[in-house]
């Protein structure tokens, strides 16, 4: 393979005829907050009841997972009713089952979640205003001068430094998931950086990474291992809040039960215990907690403004 820009040569190594997501299960190679905790797909399926409430209840509504990988989030949702209609968007093959499956973004009415689906949206690199090319082995060189559109971005997104992961694509996936929903809310959930945080860092650590086994691994474009880069949160259509905020908007907890319930109900009380030592997991701003949540209400108010309840 001669050297092609990153944007091109990263879809191909994770979704091409031999892709990485195509063969692989995303649960094997790395964690995230659904994998992590039984709490987050209940802390999901209390913002979908919030969002049909908003509706009126319609029938069916819609619960829609964007890079769904073999549907652990759905699968995982409590007391799903039975009008419900919960679909997974996946280049992959169904998992099979009862949940319906797409290849595309289908109408919604109700609720659009995505957990790290945009990181793994392609993207080009710049350096000094030129596109970065890559190799199958994961060597760079420099490739011809960016394009009017890659360089606005830059210029108003990423001011400073000399190296750029340019969110472009991933503000159009974004956009045109977000154009499916006809009423309701899509939230899209990543790790990113936003603008302030910034500055030079891609000149000394780029976040363009691969990950393999639950490791970080160099990147190498050829479909041996997944491909991803930090989100430019600030970047994406909608109001960014922290995973930390809006769990807490949703009554997750993270404060032990006291000790005295331990007495009188052993396993309601151990039951407790572990629900908020996940819910401290998916809280801790040094980890999961700091993950951004990026939220449009389309035609309802939004769910995530209010007390925590």
């Known amino acids: 393979m001669h050297p092609t820009p990153w944007r091109e040569a990263w879809s191909d190594a994770l979704y091409g005829p031999d892709g990485f997501f195509l063969r692989e299960r995303p649960a094997d190679h790395f964690r995230t ?17 919030l969002v049909d409430d908003a509706l009126g209840r319609p029938d069916p509504f819609d619960v829609v997972d964007v890079g769904a990988g073999r549907g652990e989030l759905l699968s995982s949702l409590p007391d799903v009713p039975v009008r419900w209609r919960l679909t997974g968007v996946e280049l992959a093959a169904s998992p099979g089952g009862p949940l319906g499956w797409s290849s595309s973004v289908p109408p919604v009415e109700g609720l659009l979640f995505s957990n790290e689906w945009l990181d793994d949206v392609p993207l080009d690199v710049l350096f000094d205003g030129r596109v970065v090319e890559v190799s199958a082995s994961g060597q760079e060189s420099l490739g011809g001068p960016a394009s009017a559109e890659a360089l606005e971005w830059a210029a108003r997104w990423w001011p400073q430094g000399r190296r750029v992961e340019v969110g472009l694509a991933r503000d159009q996936a974004w956009a045109a998931a977000v154009g499916q929903v006809r009423r309701g809310l899509a939230v899209a959930v990543d790790y990113g950086h936003v603008l302030g945080d910034r500055g030079t860092w891609g000149d000394r650590r780029p976040t363009l990474t691969g990950w393999l086994r639950g490791r970080p691994v160099h990147p190498v474009p050829d479909g041996s291992c997944d491909i991803t880069a930090h989100v ?18 949703l009554g997750i907890r993270s404060e032990p039960p006291p000790r005295s319930l331990a007495d009188t109900d052993p396993r309601g009380y151990l039951s407790l215990l572990a629900s908020a030592a996940s819910a401290t997991e998916l809280m801790d701003r040094r980890g999961l907690g700091a993950y951004g949540w990026v939220v449009v209400p389309v035609g309802i ?5 209010g007390s925590p309840g």
């Open 301 to 305: 108010d939004d769910p995530l403004v």
């Open 232 to 249: 430019a949160l600030d970047s994406l259509q909608g109001r960014l809040v922290s995973q930390q905020e809006a769990l807490g908007v």
């Open 33 to 49: 907050s659904v994998a992590a905790s039984p709490v987050f797909a209940t802390a999901v399926r209390r913002l979908a009841g």
